[in-house]
């Protein structure tokens, strides 16, 4: 009996060996991976932690590194990803539901389809290039808030094209037969069905590329934000007729990632300090955007059943 | 059961035959369908029973690769209504269907009912009202459901959700209604009141049903198809197929010896 048993248990033992290899050369890659980042991290809030207060925050950047502050790069900030959202997800979501419930499923749909996920995949800075001979030069938009957010909308729409055709394909086609079945229009249909069971997985990808828009840097220096910036944006609520103003999307701007940018090139310590404490904002910032994409999709998981 | 004098045709299916890309499912199939009648399509699985029905809605239209030839005449205008003439959203408005899986919407089970009323641009709320629970109560679901009006359709179970569907689609007063196995998911209790709702229904409208349950079809259905591979094997009044059919195949997948 011995005899038959030995050569089966050799056999187990040694492919349980390559078994245990794989698993800790898995665990090591990952661990490398996760002390860097976290080595990286504890760095930037040892640094910048101490930095941040209430002035940091309300302060213009200064010559003295003490009085520096944030302003106008958050502002700044703010003000791009308003107008890069509200040029990204209509563009974004209109064109996803084409692709997905209207264009005919042919060579040229996936043709289109192949090229815009390349088209996710191109280095930020030719964006910005392109940005800067179209919406700079030649419809002479200004090295201004709106020219930004039209070029970080361009650079994220894809992301937003791609995650929609995603959660509208999720959707059965059982449930759209349903409504075709009573009667319901194209149009009806997606407006009663599609849309709101997608709408948690295209809310998510909107997240995700507003956070992958807000540390931008390369394509805004492209088309010429400023790096030092002691002024706010227009207000756009104004005390004279017509009471809103617009004036906003065409001043100059500098944001989080720039003003970080700028003062790491400096040769004060001082500067490098106000720096890491703009990451951690810039970190947090990204952190919370992604946290409300995660719970956003638990909570439409937990909603959709078919 | 079986109506003593020939009742009025109410569709005419003529020479149809169905292809999903170059397969074709249906071959050649012409059989009437009487007004005011339940006819089963019976049949082993496979054989291209689902298909048919979804021609009567124009269901097809949905997938680029499919393809019909023949006609379905609706009458007394006879329209073909696979007519490339004929929009499908009026053949559906006209064809209510309910699936072979019930499909209710991720929404509460008053809007599911009230989906077809709204679609067609009905805004009085006191009609929508009173139509959901009429449809609901045909379904044999209010008892179940009128406590639960606003809660989630998809927390019902399957048997509940098929009756959903069957009060979906009555919603609408369909003139046809075409049903696809509509009881395979049901307990006997449910089943016999769907049969009920049928022998009910049938005094208004002309009712069309796929069943895998051949008691099912000799108790309720006026009218009997048996399809095999695609083909229309024989159709008749159903006393006169489960009886004395006149094809060996129809003998023996009612007998139970095939199939
Ligand atoms: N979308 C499709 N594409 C290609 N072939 C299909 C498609 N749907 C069904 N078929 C084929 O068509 C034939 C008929 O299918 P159908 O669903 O009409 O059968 P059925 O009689 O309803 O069967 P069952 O009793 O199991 O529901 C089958 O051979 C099936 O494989
Ligand atoms: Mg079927």
Same mark, same amino acid.
């Given at each position: 009996?011995?005899?038959?048993?030995?050569?089966?248990?050799?056999?187990? !033992?040694?492919?349980?060996?390559?078994?245990?290899?794989?698993?800790?050369?898995?665990?090591?890659?990952?661990?490398?991976?996760?002390?860097?980042?976290?080595?990286? *991290?504890?760095?930037?809030?040892?640094?910048?932690?101490?930095?941040? +207060?209430?002035?940091?925050?309300?302060?213009?950047? @200064?010559?003295?590194?003490? =009085?520096?502050?944030?302003? @106008?790069?958050?502002?700044? +900030?703010?003000?791009?990803?308003?107008?890069?959202?509200?040029?990204?997800?209509?563009?974004?979501?209109?064109?996803?539901?084409?692709?997905?419930?209207?264009?005919?499923?042919?060579?040229?749909?996936?043709?289109?389809?192949?090229?815009?996920?390349?088209?996710?995949?191109?280095?930020?800075?030719?964006?910005?290039?392109?940005?800067?001979?179209?919406?700079?030069?030649?419809?002479?938009?200004?090295? +201004?808030?709106?020219?930004?957010?039209?070029?970080?909308?361009?650079?994220?729409?894809?992301?937003?094209?791609?995650?929609? !055709?995603?959660?509208?394909?999720?959707? $059965?086609?059982?449930?759209?037969?349903?409504?075709?079945? *009573?009667?319901?229009?194209?149009?009806?249909?997606?407006?009663?069905?599609?849309? $709101?069971?997608?709408?948690?997985?295209?809310?998510?990808?909107?997240?995700?590329?507003?956070?992958?828009?807000?540390?931008?840097?390369?394509?805004?220096?492209?088309?010429?934000?400023?790096?030092?910036?002691?002024?706010?944006?227009?207000? $756009?609520?104004? @005390?004279?007729? $017509?009471?809103?103003?617009?004036?906003?999307? =065409?001043?100059?701007?500098?944001?989080?990632?720039?003003?970080?940018?700028?003062?790491? @090139?400096?040769?004060?310590?001082?500067?490098?300090?106000?720096?890491?404490?703009?990451?951690?904002?810039?970190?947090?910032?990204?952190?919370?955007?992604?946290?409300?994409?995660?719970?956003?999709?638990?909570?439409?998981?937990?909603?959709? =059943?078919? | 059961?079986?109506? &003593?004098?020939?009742?009025?045709?109410?569709?005419?299916?003529?020479?149809?035959?169905?292809?999903? /890309?170059?397969?074709?499912?249906?071959?050649?199939?012409?059989?009437?369908?009487?007004?005011?009648? %339940?006819?089963?399509?019976?049949?082993?699985?496979?054989?291209?029973?689902?298909?048919?029905?979804?021609?009567?809605?124009? %269901?097809?239209?949905?997938?680029?690769?499919?393809?019909?030839?023949?006609?379905?005449?609706?009458?007394?205008?006879?329209?073909?209504?696979?007519?490339?003439?004929?929009?499908? %959203?009026? &053949?559906?408005?006209?064809?209510?269907?309910?699936?072979?899986?019930?499909?209710?919407?991720?929404?509460?089970?008053?809007?599911? &009912? #009230?989906?077809?009323?709204?679609?067609?641009?009905?805004?009085?709320?006191?009609?929508?009202?009173?139509?959901?629970?009429?449809?609901?109560?045909? #379904? /044999?679901?209010?008892?179940? #459901?009128?406590?639960?009006?606003?809660?989630?359709?998809?927390?019902?179970?399957?048997?509940?959700?098929?009756?959903?569907?069957? #009060?979906?689609?009555?919603?609408?007063?369909?003139?046809?209604?075409?049903?696809?196995?509509?009881?395979?998911?049901?307990?006997?209790?449910?089943?016999?009141?769907?049969?009920?709702?049928?022998?009910?229904?049938?005094?208004?409208?002309?009712?069309?049903? &796929?069943?895998?349950?051949?008691?099912?079809?000799?108790?309720?259905?006026?009218?009997?198809?048996?399809?095999?591979? /695609?083909?229309?094997?024989?159709?008749?009044?159903?006393?006169?197929?489960?009886?004395?059919?006149?094809?060996?195949?129809?003998?023996?997948?009612?007998?139970?010896?095939? /199939?």
């Amino acid at each position: 009996m011995s005899n038959q048993r030995d050569p089966i248990l050799k056999n187990i !033992r040694r492919r349980k060996v390559v078994d245990f290899l794989f698993s800790l050369a898995g665990l090591l890659s990952l661990l490398f991976a996760l002390v860097t980042l976290l080595a990286l *991290v504890v760095d930037l809030a040892v640094t910048g932690v101490p930095r941040i +207060s209430a002035e940091f925050f309300m302060n213009f950047p @200064s010559r003295f590194p003490e =009085k520096a502050g944030i302003l @106008s790069a958050w502002v700044g +900030s703010l003000c791009v990803m308003l107008t890069t959202a509200c040029c990204a997800i209509p563009l974004g979501v209109a064109a996803g539901l084409y692709l997905e419930e209207y264009a005919p499923k042919n060579w040229i749909t996936q043709l289109i389809e192949l090229n815009i996920i390349n088209l996710a995949g191109i280095p930020s800075i030719t964006f910005g290039l392109m940005a800067l001979g179209i919406f700079v030069y030649k419809l002479e938009l200004g090295q +201004s808030i709106l020219t930004a957010g039209l070029t970080l909308g361009l650079l994220v729409l894809p992301i937003i094209i791609v995650t929609t !055709r995603e959660s509208v394909r999720a959707i $059965p086609n059982l449930i759209r037969e349903a409504s075709y079945a *009573v009667g319901a229009s194209k149009w009806q249909t997606i407006r009663y069905h599609i849309l $709101p069971y997608s709408s948690g997985g295209i809310l998510t990808g909107v997240i995700i590329s507003l956070s992958r828009a807000i540390g931008e840097t390369a394509p805004l220096i492209t088309i010429g934000a400023l790096t030092f910036v002691a002024f706010l944006p227009t207000s $756009p609520v104004q @005390s004279v007729f $017509p009471f809103v103003s617009l004036q906003w999307l =065409k001043d100059p701007f500098t944001v989080l990632p720039i003003q970080m940018f700028n003062w790491l @090139s400096r040769p004060q310590a001082e500067f490098h300090v106000n720096a890491a404490a703009t990451g951690i904002v810039l970190l947090l910032m990204t952190l919370v955007l992604n946290g409300v994409a995660i719970y956003i999709r638990y909570r439409f998981r937990k909603k959709m =059943k078919w | 059961m079986g109506a &003593v004098t020939t009742p009025s045709i109410r569709a005419d299916v003529k020479n149809l035959n169905f292809f999903y /890309g170059p397969k074709q499912v249906l071959k050649n199939i012409s059989m009437p369908i009487y007004e005011n009648r %339940m006819t089963a399509l019976i049949g082993p699985s496979g054989c291209g029973k689902t298909t048919l029905l979804r021609c009567f809605n124009r %269901m097809h239209d949905l997938y680029a690769t499919t393809n019909y030839q023949g006609q379905i005449i609706l009458h007394p205008n006879m329209q073909n209504i696979l007519s490339s003439e004929i929009d499908p %959203m009026e &053949v559906r408005m006209r064809i209510g269907m309910v699936f072979q899986k019930p499909n209710p919407f991720p929404k509460s089970i008053f809007e599911n &009912v #009230a989906y077809g009323l709204r679609v067609r641009g009905v805004k009085k709320k006191s009609f929508i009202e009173e139509r959901v629970v009429k449809s609901l109560q045909q #379904a /044999g679901l209010w008892s179940e #459901a009128k406590d639960r009006l606003h809660s989630h359709a998809t927390d019902m179970s399957g048997g509940q959700q098929q009756r959903l569907c069957i #009060a979906r689609a009555l919603a609408t007063e369909p003139e046809i209604l075409l049903l696809d196995e509509p009881t395979s998911a049901l307990d006997p209790i449910s089943t016999a009141h769907i049969e009920e709702l049928i022998t009910e229904l049938k005094k208004d409208i002309t009712i069309l049903m &796929v069943t895998h349950n051949l008691h099912q079809a000799a108790r309720t259905a006026d009218y009997t198809a048996y399809m095999y591979l /695609g083909e229309l094997i024989e159709f008749g009044l159903t006393d006169k197929i489960f009886t004395t059919p006149s094809d060996t195949r129809t003998e023996n997948y009612i007998t139970g010896r095939f /199939g």
